[in-house]
């Protein structure tokens, strides 16, 4: 079972980039998808998770500016970010789980994902 983070790179202040994971392997069906980030010296955060309903949660400091999508017959999770600040600057994780999360199961939390992706490095420059 493999997680494979792309689409990271540098972008100046107020621009895009859209971010994959490619789940691969005996998956199953990944019923909960969500990035995570961790900026140098600091602790990994959520970003946001995409509910088996479809549901979309979000940070409050991405609402708005950043959207969760999957393809579900590829098992490919994606994140538009967009309006991107140089506080975005982090290493992006994406994070899966066979569990049936709603809202009010806090699926923001770190220790509800069983497998997590290798990262990628997104820089916004000032």
């Known amino acids: 079972v493999q997680l494979q983070a792309s689409g990271g790179g540098v972008v100046p202040t107020g621009g895009s980039l859209r971010l994959s994971c490619a789940a691969s392997?005996?998956?199953?069906?990944?019923?909960?998808m969500g990035w995570f980030r961790q900026a140098p010296g600091k602790e990994r955060e959520f970003v946001a998770t995409?509910?088996?309903?479809?549901?979309?949660i979000y940070a409050d400091s991405v609402k708005d500016r950043f959207t969760i999508s999957k393809d579900v017959d590829k098992n490919t999770l994606y994140l538009q970010m967009n309006s991107l600040r140089p506080e975005d600057t982090a290493v992006y994780y994406c994070?899966?789980?066979?569990?049936?999360?709603?809202?009010?199961?806090?699926?923001?939390?770190?220790?509800?994902?069983?497998?997590w992706g290798q990262g990628t490095l997104v820089t916004v420059s000032s």
């Open positions: 392997g005996r998956t199953g069906r990944w019923n909960t």
């Open positions: 994070a899966a789980d066979r569990t049936y999360y709603s809202a009010k199961d806090k699926p923001f939390e770190i220790r509800n994902y069983d497998f």
């Open positions: 995409r509910l088996y309903s479809g549901e979309g």
